[in-house]
């Protein structure tokens, strides 16, 4: 389901700052999920849409969410993390956050070309804000950018959690070094 931009301001502006509130004060680590629990689709498009349009530095986005619904995968997912294995299977819904290693200039220019489009700017007013975020990318070595990439990931899955702690919806995050183990097995690689 898409949501149009008028519809999520409005959506979000009923959202008292009381309800977020209580929703964060009901928060708290899952140990188990019920399996035979489902998440009705509005849900689950609500839940992907936070993700999708989460803030990022420059707004870059430099990640990629991937919903295993396949049971399968989910089960030879759960062998890597055997701590976690029971979540990951019985859980209404899994997504892989996934971050770039690296950002590069043409990474930037793609972004740039295509808010450039949504907005219909025009080249001369666009060409300052690309030419300073390349050079910001340039200017990190491989390690930082990483770590960036990685934090970016983080506003993204704070942002899900903020939004979606009003309707008591639980979220557990596995920690990365999992990720690692999954992203080299499943060869996962620059996005």
């Known amino acids: 389901m898409e949501y149009e931009k008028e519809e999520s301001f409005e959506s979000i502006a009923k959202i008292s700052a009381d309800t977020v509130v209580n929703g964060m004060k009901w928060r708290y680590a899952t140990k188990a999920f019920d399996g035979t629990r489902t998440l009705a689709q509005q849900d689950r498009d609500a839940l992907l849409a936070t993700l999708r349009l989460a803030p990022s530095s420059y ?63 025009p080249s001369e007013t666009i060409q300052p804000l690309r030419d300073m975020v390349i050079q910001s990318v340039k200017r990190k070595e491989a390690a930082a950018l990483d770590n960036w990439n990685a934090r970016q990931v983080y506003v993204a899955l704070g942002n899900c959690a903020t939004i979606h702690a009003r309707d008591g919806t639980e979220l557990e995050a596995i920690q990365s070094s999992y990720m690692l183990l999954i992203a080299s097995k499943y060869c996962i690689s620059r996005m």
């Open 59 to 121: 707004g870059l986005q430099p990640w990629k969410f991937v919903v295993v619904d396949d049971p399968g995968i989910r089960r030879s997912l759960g062998a890597l993390v055997p701590a976690n294995k029971p979540k990951i299977e019985d859980c209404a819904l899994f997504v892989v956050l996934a971050r770039r290693t690296l950002t590069s200039a043409e990474d930037v220019s793609h972004h740039v070309d295509m808010l450039q489009a949504e907005r219909n700017l």
